[in-house]
Structures are given as C-alpha cells and as structure tokens.
C-alpha cells in the first residue's frame, strides 16, 4: 500500500504530534514507524492497551536485526506494537547511539514499507537534512509531507528544505502548517510564500495549535480528545492524505477504460471528436 514520509526543517512544530494524530484517523490500516534518528518519543509518551507500558526495545532497532535476511509484513509487524486505542506503532530507536546499528537497512527498509501489503504507513522522519540517514525513507515514499508552524523562520527553513529535498526525491510533496485556529492569516502568509517558489506543493494544509489536544499525544490528557481543534483538524487531513495516496481501484480502472478504450486503435483525442 502507501508510504507516507512526514518530517520537519527546523526546530520542533510537531510532527510526532501530527504523526499520532492523523495516525489514528487514518480511514485504512496503517502503521506508524517511528523514523527519527533522534530517538523514540513515542515510547516514552504513550502506552499499550489498558495502559500498559510499551517495550521500547521492540522496535526498529529489533526489526533491523531481525531483518538482515529481507524485510516484509511479517517481520515488520513482529517488531510492531498496539497503542492504547488501537494504533499500531514500530518504535524507533531509544537514542542516536543505536543509528549505527542500522547500518544500510534505511532503503530497505523504505521499499519494505511502501510494499507492505495489509498496511499504509506513516513514517515520522524528525528533522531532515542532506546527511540524514533516514533520507531513504523518503525517497520510497508516495508522499513526503514537511510540518512547520506559522512564524518567519519555520517558513525560511521550510523553503530551503524544500528546494533542496526536490533534487532527491520523486514524490507529491505536501506540508502541514501547525498554528492557531484563529491565525488564518498566519496560515495564508506561508502559502503565499510556498506560491512564490517554482517547485509544486501538491497539498496544503492547516492542523490547529491546540494545547489541550496536543496533550493526549504527550500522555497528559484530560476531557474530551474528540471535540478538540486538532482531532477536528486532524480528521480532514488524514482523510484528504489517504486519499491522495489510496491505490487506484478497479472502479478507476474502468472508468478510465471506458473513457479511453485500449482497444481503440486511435488516439485518446480522436476517440472524444
Ligand atoms: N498541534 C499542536 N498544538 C499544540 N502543541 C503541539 C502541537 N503539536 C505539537 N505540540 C507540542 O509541541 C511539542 C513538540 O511536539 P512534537 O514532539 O510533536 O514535535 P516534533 O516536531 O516531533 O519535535 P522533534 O523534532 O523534537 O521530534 C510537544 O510538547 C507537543 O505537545
Ligand atoms: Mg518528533
């Protein structure tokens, strides 16, 4: 199924927390693979069913091992574990030490993901930059989504990573900006310098600044999650992402057949006169 690749330029907007959230509204199965050289934070910020602890060495580092000889669904759900509402997760490593550990099993191990067959995942990739070695996570993805926040220089860095990120990978780019609800305009700042670049930014979109909501996501929460800005944010971008990256049905394949029939021995244009 599909690779989603979600990362940052600079600084912390919050792309574990936007990670989580769209994880867990996502309309298909999916897995969230903790990508981020930086180490886990989903270990330490969220638990299992009933609360219970997860086990942070279970997880990228164990699937690496593990999967020296090929990696493919089995093994990667192996080394995978539920969340507390029912999100699966594949932790990633405890601290940079354990990067080296990894050694070349970044491509592999994005090929893996975008070849899963019962699974899209979504990859938290943390920060990237031209030596990041979870570059080729990226490059095997469908989508490659930036996250930053509203203020000049998230945007400044957002742009330079951008122009830089094209000349590597070959995927629909998207961004989410995080700000205030109320900061539309903020918002409409970004995209009209995103408008100003010669490089396509194929989706846009606006995930609340939302404290409250953000909370769960950092194991503090209390109240109600569902009627919070971000899940209700949140909710229209994992639908709008999934769709963007959902495969192509039979259905489609028809309607495209019957609009241009392969059968026909003219061209697409001299079957419409
Ligand atoms: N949409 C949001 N609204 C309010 N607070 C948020 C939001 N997203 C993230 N935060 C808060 O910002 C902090 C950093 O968030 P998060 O860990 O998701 O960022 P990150 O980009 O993954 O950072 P890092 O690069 O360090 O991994 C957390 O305390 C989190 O609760
Ligand atoms: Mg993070």
Partial sequence: MALVALASAKGSPG????SLVIGALWPRQVLLSECDPSGSDVAIRMTGPSQTALNPDRGLVSLAAAGRKGIGDEV???????????LDVLLGVRAPEQIGGMGGLWAPLGQAFNQMYGSDVLADCGRIGPQSPQLPVLQSAGLVVLVCTATGSSVAHLRERISSLV????????VIVVADPKRRDGVRQVWSVLDQMTTPIHHRWHLAYDPAGAAFFDGRGVGRLDRTSLIRTGSVIAAEMAA???PRTSTD???????????DTGT???YRQ
């Fill in 76 to 86: 990667i759900m192996a080394h995978s574990q539920q969340l507390d509402g029912g």
């Fill in 244 to 246: 963007a990256v959902a």
């Fill in 253 to 263: 394949f028809d309607m495209a057949e019957a609009a241009f029939p392969s059968a």
């Fill in 167 to 174: 000349h590597h990978v070959d995927a629909q780019l998207g």
């Fill in 15 to 18: 792309v574990t927390t936007a």
């Fill in 268 to 270: 697409a244009g001299e």
